[in-house]
Each structure stands twice: as C-alpha cells, then as structure tokens.
C-alpha cells in the first residue's frame, strides 16, 4: 500500500469514528428531550402537577359528661314562715327553698317513694322541719338538714339545726327516727314508711298547724282544743323523763 493510500484510509477511519461520536451524542439528546418538560408558549404558564392529598382519618373522640354541681342551699330563719303557706300533702306540708316545688310535690306524691330534690322542704308542725341540702352535705342522713324552732307572731327562730343531734319536741333524736323509714323513702316518716310512731298523732298535728303564731289565728274544733292539751302533757313528761 502506498502511503497516499494509507492516509487516505486513515482519513475515512477518523471520520467515521467521529460520525459514530455524533450519531451517540444526537441519541442522548433525543432521551434528554423525551424527558424535558415542554417549554411554555410565551405569555403561558404551566400548571403545577397536581399532587393527591390523602386526608387523615377521622378518629371520635368520647367527651366526659360533666354533671353540674349543685350550689349550697343558703337556709336563714326567713326561710321558714307560716306553715300554711306551704303546699300541703295528707297530713303535712311541704315546700322547696329552691324554687322547684312540682318536683317536691312529685316525690311527695309518688307511689313508690324516690329521692327528694334539692331545696325540698318537710313540715308536719310549725317547731320542727327538715331540709334536702345538696349532694355531700351528710351521706349520714341523706343530706337532710334538721331544725328545731321557735315560732312566734311574725318570727321565727332557729333554736337548733343540724343532722345527727337535732332533737324534737319530745326530745327524741330526729335522725334516729328518720333513718327507721325505708330506703325508698328517703328518710321522710308516714304511716307504713318503717318509722316508729312518736305520740303525734294526725289530731296533734292538726292543731298545732292550725294554731301557728306567724298565720291568722282560726277558730279549732273542740277535738283539736283535746288534741292541744294531750300534746302539751306529753312534753311536760318528756321533759320530767329527760331531766328538763
């Protein structure tokens, strides 16, 4: 070969590496371009790629129920007033500090005993009452609060109150007599609720509520007149028994 030849060899060698150079470098560009994001038109934007949101799930949560708190009963002697001036129920009356009388009258009324709301006020003579103070007051008497009183013409005095030493006109202790009744009863003393009778009979009571110095005076039957007399003989001898 001559050398003319060879060189011309050389030549086509070289040019057809560099045609292979350029035909790898055109195919890059070619992938480069599948990949590129088109180019906006002048004035346009392109949107973002919408990205899915996947939203949390929603997990419910229990809330607490939160019973209100009954406020404290406030009780002063003007609490307490003529004895007919409260709703009376068979032999006794009744009233509630906390101005819900329906519910009072309803637990009063009912056939099968229950609990007496808060504020709930129990009289059967002018001297004496209880009252249903709020939840916690004394789990000992089912937060009744017990009164003994001295009443006189448009006055009245709180002699004594409290839950387990309180004492009735007789001088026996309340709460031992209200804790005989059955549960069902909440403590409040009729006839068949469990209590062991004190002496008052119905004929007693009567007059002595007719009798209530804070209420216009009326004119008693003559068994009421009777009535008054035994009762006032029964505290005599009360009191000669417990050394009075």
């Known amino acids: 070969m001559t050398p003319r030849c060879a060189l011309l060899g050389l030549v086509l060698v070289l040019a057809g590496g560099c045609a292979g150079v350029s035909s790898k470098t055109a195919a890059a560009a070619a992938a480069e371009a599948a990949f590129r994001p088109p180019a906006a038109a002048p004035g346009i934007a392109l949107a973002a790629p919408v990205v899915p949101v996947v939203a949390a799930p929603v997990i419910p949560v229990a809330v607490p129920v939160v019973k ?19 709703a009376p129920v068979r032999d006794f009356y009744v009233g509630n500090l906390a101005g819900d009388l329906e519910a009072t009258l309803a637990a009063a009324n009912g056939a099968g005993g229950g609990a007496w709301p808060v504020g709930s006020v129990v009289q059967l003579v002018p ?49 031992s007599c209200h804790s005989q009744a059955e549960a069902k009863w909440d403590m409040v003393c009729e006839a068949g ?52």
């Not at 004394?138 to 003994?148: L, N, R, V």
């Not at 008693?220 to 007149?225: G, S």
């Open 68 to 86: 209100p708190v009954e406020a404290p009963v406030e009780i002063t002697e003007a609490s307490f007033g003529c004895i007919r001036d409260l």
């Open 193 to 244: 609720h469990g209590c062991e009778p004190t002496g008052m009979t119905p004929m007693m009571a009567k007059a002595l509520q007719n009798t209530d110095p804070r209420c216009g005076r009326l004119v008693l039957p003559a068994a009421q007149l009777r009535a008054l007399s035994d009762h006032a003989a029964m505290r005599v001898a009360a009191a000669r028994s417990a050394g009075r």
């Open 127 to 175: 001297g004496e009452a209880m009252v249903k103070r709020e939840p916690g007051f004394s789990a000992a008497t089912g937060d009744w609060e017990f009164f003994q009183l001295d009443v006189h013409a448009g006055a009245t005095q709180i002699a004594m109150r409290g839950t387990g030493q309180v004492t009735d006109a007789f001088g026996g202790n309340c709460v």
